[in-house]
């Protein structure tokens, strides 16, 4: 609850990600689409004095030595992050601006997609003209990632009355149309104004 007069700002997404600085604020902007310190705190087995360090503004992150580096995390650390923000490898080293050299220690162990893939398989993105609903919500603008050649495996994102849902494949209705199984979302691309 937050305290009378005192409100909670919005952090914003970077536009572009190059510096640590811009690494902090999109990691910081990440925790909060994903349900805040606490909740990404609790899902990624870190504390939340250990992620509130991690998404300091810069300023804040120069002047404490007790702030941390998300270059600098375990393996551990990275794939319990990940799996909190729903992200996958891919995806954490491009919005998070991973340096190449860093990229086999942000290569988790999870099953692919999320994870590091073993076996090529087909994939699609597309870009949501509506809310996705069921047991995934995402609003319309963000990016939807689908395997259409598997019809089978749970979740399955599927199209009946006009509307997107992401169900296990036994509960879609026998007039649904699956698309594919459901990989993962992505926040809509920041928008650049010149």
């Not at 491009?94 to 994870?115: F, Q």
């Amino acid at each position: 609850m937050q305290r009378a007069g005192k409100q909670k700002s919005k952090i914003e997404r970077p536009a572009n990600v190059k510096t640590d600085a811009e690494r902090r604020q999109m990691l910081a902007w990440l925790v909060q689409e994903n349900g805040g310190i606490v909740e990404v705190a609790f899902n990624s087995g870190m504390s939340r004095v250990h992620l509130n360090r991690l998404t300091r503004p810069a300023e804040d992150a120069n002047q404490d030595k007790a702030t941390s580096s998300i270059l600098k995390l375990t393996p551990e650390a990275i794939e319990g992050l990940l799996t909190a923000l729903n992200m996958s490898d891919t995806q954490a080293q491009t919005l998070l601006a991973i340096p190449p050299e860093l990229h086999k220690r942000w290569t988790t162990k999870r099953p692919w997609p999320m994870g590091h893939v073993e076996s090529p398989r087909t994939s699609i993105d597309f870009t949501l003209e509506q809310p996705l609903m069921g047991h995934v919500f995402a609003p319309e603008g963000y990016v939807v990632s689908l395997d259409p050649k598997d019809l089978t495996t749970s979740p399955q994102v599927a199209e009946f009355s006009g509307q997107l849902y992401v169900l296990p494949p036994e509960i879609l209705p026998i007039q649904s149309v699956k698309r594919g199984r459901f990989l993962g979302i992505l926040p809509p691309p920041a928008i650049s104004v010149h």
